[in-house]
């Protein structure tokens, strides 16, 4: 199997860090971007090694997904570990493991803690719960990979007090910008539904309370999508079962072919294949379909189970992202959730992790009235970012001239070399939120940023690599873009270091005043050098 470019890149990359020694590394790959393909692969290699490799997960379906592309990928057939099935005296060197079983002290005794050499964890925001971390540390010594969709938690606990590093994160832009997942639109429902009562649970809302609170608006979500997604492929995610019945036959009431699974629907299978075939156009389900389901013609997501769980969010739109014969367009129909806190998951959380751009992005939906672009929409979003931070630099600098600070300000700095990875940069694992270490802060010093506007040592070491880059690469230095965009001149930051050079050395040959016929807000070096 040929691997897409993006996939081979990631199984490099991750035996490229356990070759480093970061034994507990993370990849991050979209859902429909084929996570089990590369995962299974990285496989392969490790079985040419002589490996023995364990595929955890927490859902039959999980392990069963990772058992069948194995053997279509590779050819490799696996063992099971899971309920009364052992893979003890098998000579398979793969084991497909449920973590429910193998957390149980009597089972997981069985094995020596050198059975396995590398250990495989499948939707690895699950990992750091507790019955995964018995396991993990039962087999301490094994190299372990962790893949998932997205590395946040529903608890706010970071992924980074476990693994080392992050191998490979492909995002879910890029893949719609490569063309491997469909574009997808937003679209805001004008209906307001006050959750501002729902009370939390480990981390995100309650879902018996979201069930109570969701009841009285199911009529009118049903004849919103009466007028959006009549003629759609869609698949409604509801808080509870009951809800989730309840919607289906709302739903049927108002003309759609609907139907419902749960967990304990013995039919389940035959209702999925069914919707696949086109027999209903919406499927209502309380959170079942999350993980381990695919069908790529779905071409609406309807998420009424409002989560602060990015992790959650994104395995729900994820349903719909998939490229299938005649789909344009995933529509993902979104509500105003009336709720005091802030971190609701959007439709822009999907493209984003800038709060500002996010924040900007939802207020613009909502603002449309029509179905949004997501790419298009984060772009807008973007540059009405950049406008408020540079009418906000330009007051920063003011105050600045009054304090005659020394140093220069990091969002000056940012701004005027135009730096998208040091203004949306977000901190992942631990040691990256950590306060910056004082040899970060004299280092920064020294070559001319004010520290003590640096949150995060990521942020402090992500900025001295800009500048040793800079450096090398004879750009402008911190202290000439301070003194120059003082003086009215714009973006410095992009200036080669002589360009600048030159023009303050003119400066200060004028009594430090502009040379007459320069004009500051216009001046660009290359023209003049020219």
């Not at 959007?346 to 449309?368: F, G, R, S």
């Amino acid at each position: 199997m040929e691997l897409r470019p993006y996939q081979q890149e990631s199984r490099e990359a991750v035996q490229k860090e356990w070759e480093k020694g970061n034994k507990r590394t993370l990849l991050v790959l979209p859902t429909g971007t084929g996570k089990t393909i590369v995962f299974s692969k990285i496989i392969e290699d490790r079985v040419k090694l002589g490996e023995r490799v364990l595929v955890l997960a927490h859902r039959g379906e999980l392990l069963e997904q990772a058992s069948d592309k194995l053997e279509k990928a590779t050819g490799l057939k696996t063992a099971t570990e899971k309920a009364e099935e052992t893979s003890l005296g098998s000579f398979f060197r793969v084991v497909v493991g449920s973590v429910q079983t193998l957390q149980r002290e009597k089972r997981l005794n069985q094995f020596a803690p050198d059975y396995f050499d590398s250990i495989v964890v499948d939707e690895a925001h699950h990992c750091i719960s507790d019955g995964y971390q018995r396991v993990l540390k039962h087999f301490e010594k094994a190299n372990v990979l962790g893949v998932t969709a997205t590395a946040d938690r529903g608890d706010q606990r970071n992924l980074g007090e476990y693994f080392q590093s992050l191998a490979y994160d492909y995002s879910l832009p890029a893949a719609i910008k490569d063309g491997y997942l469909t574009p997808i639109k937003a679209l805001t429902i004008p209906l307001k539904l006050d959750i501002s009562g729902v009370k939390q649970q480990t981390g995100d809302f309650s879902s018996k309370d979201l069930g109570t609170a969701l009841d009285p608006y199911l009529e009118q979500i049903a004849d919103e999508m009466v007028k959006n997604c009549m003629n759609r492929k869609t698949v409604a995610f509801l808080p509870l079962v009951k809800t989730s019945k309840k919607f289906r036959d709302i739903l049927n009431k108002h003309g759609f072919r609907a139907a419902e699974v749960n967990g304990e629907s013995n039919d389940r299978k035959q209702v999925l294949a069914d919707f696949e075939a086109g027999k209903y156009n919406v499927l209502c389900n309380s959170m079942l379909l999350t993980e381990g389901w695919d069908c790529p013609s779905v071409d609406c997501v309807v998420v009424l189970r409002p989560t602060k769980v990015r992790a959650l969010y994104s395995q729900m739109v994820g349903r719909g992202t998939r490229l299938a014969p005649g789909k344009t367009e995933l529509l993902l129909l979104d509500f105003l959730w009336h709720t005091e806190r802030l971190d609701l998951c959007h439709p822009a959380h999907l493209i984003t992790k800038n709060q500002d751009v996010a924040k900007k992005m939802t207020e613009n939906i909502e603002e449309a009235g029509m179905a949004v672009d997501l790419e298009e929409a984060e772009q807008t979003a973007t540059e009405d970012v950049v406008a408020e931070r540079e009418e906000s630099l330009a007051k920063q600098l003011a105050e600045m001239k009054r304090r005659k600070r020394k140093l220069v300000d990091p969002l000056q700095f940012e701004m005027s070399i135009q730096a998208e990875d040091l203004a949306n940069y977000v901190p992942a694992f631990g040691y990256e939120m950590a306060p910056p270490t004082d040899k970060q802060k004299t280092a920064l010093e020294k070559m001319g940023i004010f520290s003590e506007d640096i949150d995060n040592a990521g942020k402090a070491e992500l900025l001295l690599n800009k500048l040793s880059m800079r450096r090398d690469g004879g750009f402008t230095t911190p202290k000439q873009i301070r003194f120059l965009e003082s003086r009215g001149f714009q973006h410095v930051g992009t200036w080669k270091f002589e360009n600048a050079n030159k023009l303050i050395t003119r400066i200060a040959a004028n009594g430090w005043r502009i040379p007459q016929g320069v004009k500051a807000s216009e001046y660009n070096p290359e023209t003049v050098n020219a």
